[in-house]
């Protein structure tokens, strides 16, 4: 079985569920994708599927990456992903994997998105300064304050929280809940948030500890 699909983020809803309960979700049109590429063990090394989602056409895809598209069909995709699958002998190129076929309801997925992007934003917004005191003539309210003194250490730490660009960056939800499935539709609801803006491609795969049959 192929343990992931990829999918457009299309935004959030709320559902009732069996007992009474209001469970906010968000709503993915996944897949349905197709087999661009099988990776086995004795060739690549390791056993996987490279999917492609979103057609476009021609003009939107260089030479090399038409050609190697090609052999599975003469759709033309915006995304491709690779994802692990525990039998690749089972598929051939130009197969159609839809939504039905990987997950089912109650399953835990997680789910891996790109954040919106939020611009240039200082210490207090992207990395959560508390600020400067408001009081007794101080001016330094929301500036980031010393980052690196000139006695010691002398010079400014890797990783030291600085204003910058802020969003546009690989986030994952982990364990969230199907709580349902729309196949003829490629639609699949899981409980609570996903990383992205609406139409933002998402990749959902299943946790690593859990082996398909």
Known sequence: MCKG??????GMTGLFA???????VTVIEAGPCIVTQIKTRAQDGYDA??????????KHVNRPRQGHMRKAGEALFRHLLEFPVDRPEEYRLGQAITLDAVFTVGEKVNVRGTTKGRGFAGVIKK?????GRTTHG???HRIPGSIGSSAW??????????????????QTMQNLE???????????MVKG??????????????PKSVKSK
Request: net charge positive; with cysteine.
């Open 193 to 206: 948030a996903v990383p992205g803006p609406a139409s933002g491609l998402v990749a959902i795969r299943k």
């Open 18 to 24: 069996a007992d009474g309960r209001f469970v906010p």
């Open 178 to 188: 199907i709580v349902d499935i729309r196949p003829e539709d490629n639609l699949l």
């Open 49 to 58: 599927l490279q999917l492609g989602f979103g057609t476009v056409t021609a």
């Open 153 to 170: 250490p002398s010079r400014v730490f890797k990783g030291k929280g600085m204003p910058g660009h802020y969003g546009v960056e690989p």
């Open 138 to 140: 101080s001016k330094c």
């Open 127 to 131: 990395e959560g300064f508390s600020g």
């Open 5 to 10: 699909l990829m999918g457009k983020k299309l």
